[in-house]
């Protein structure tokens, strides 16, 4: 693995006197995809939410390319080249599809680079290319995570987080999507993707994290944790 640009350490954060994460260490390299696979109240949304700066650390450090980005606002993150796609897509829904894909680049110079990003996510998903106009509340929820996720890219991230890949969506939906997001990393971009289905993310990822109880309890290559017989357990069901 090279050396990596993102790089949280230790870090700890919760919801008033409720703390979630236990100081959680984890980094991702350039090219990489990681993923990062728990149960159910585990701390992965709080995790995400913290780096996008929605929710404020409490102790520890989130860097960037080396620059500290722990307690700063979500647009210093977003500049800072980490994208967030959360959990439900969180689309605009009486917005048109093109103008949610426009969101992700509203804090962009306005030059011919965003219209070129705008044909590739379209290039890329044409079935967007065809709903450009159509209201986001009226696309299937496949075609919902391929807005989110090219909402994501239009702000050029360096680094693409993704909160539930799969959740509620068809077998080949996920197909398509995941067909995607290896396509976006061999474009450049690092990912780091939360997913509830552990297959579909250790498929799809080349190492991953466990986290349990707002701790990483688990950090190794997609391969040696489908080995793993506690991950195989507690998370594959098949021991
Ligand atoms: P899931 O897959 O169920 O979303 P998760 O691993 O993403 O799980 P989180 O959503 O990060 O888990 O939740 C971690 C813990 O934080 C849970 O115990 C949850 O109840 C609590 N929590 C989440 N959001 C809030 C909130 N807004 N206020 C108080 N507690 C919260």
Redo the contacts with the bound molecule.
Sequence with gaps: MSEPFFQVDKLEA???E?R?LWGIDLAVSAGEIVCLI??????????L?TVSGLLQPTAGSILIDGQELAGADTRRILTGGIAHVP?GRRLFRTMSVKDNLMMGAYLRKRDASVEEDLERVMTMFPRLAERAHQDASTLSGGEQQMCAIGRGIMSRPKLLMI??LSLGLAPRAVELLSESLIEINKSGVAILL?E?DVMTALDLAHRGYV?DR?QISFAATSEELRQEPAVREAYIGAA
């Design positions: 919760g919801y008033g409720i979630v728990g149960s159910n109240g585990a701390g992965k949304t709080t995790l939410r959990e909160d539930e939360v509830q986290i707002g």
